[in-house]
């Protein structure tokens, strides 16, 4: 990185270097086609996250609460190494 002249200020180099940044972007098809795959795959993450991240953590929860016998967390259950007492 080069020093800042006298003359400038550090918005001045900054917005200049911004626009060459996006200058090469707008000249790059490879770097345009993967800012549009970041922002479908951004906008694909939001719209599962508003509709339908509730239902699948709340039905993947319940499904693995559930206790059935003969799985191994019922005999984890069952057969539990530590007594437990209750104190009522």
Do not use: H
Not at 31 to 37: D, S
Not at 53 to 66: E, L, N
């Amino acid at each position: 990185m080069g020093t800042i002249p006298d003359n400038e200020s550090y918005d001045t180099v900054g917005s200049r270097r911004m626009k060459t940044v996006v200058d090469r972007v707008n000249k790059s098809a490879r770097c345009r086609c993967c800012l549009w795959m970041l922002a479908f795959w951004c906008a694909a993450t939001v719209i599962f996250m508003l509709a339908g991240y509730d239902k699948v953590v709340q039905t993947v929860a319940v499904d693995q609460m559930v206790l059935r016998q003969g799985s191994q967390k019922y005999e984890a259950w069952k057969d539990t190494p530590v007594p437990v007492y209750y104190r009522l």
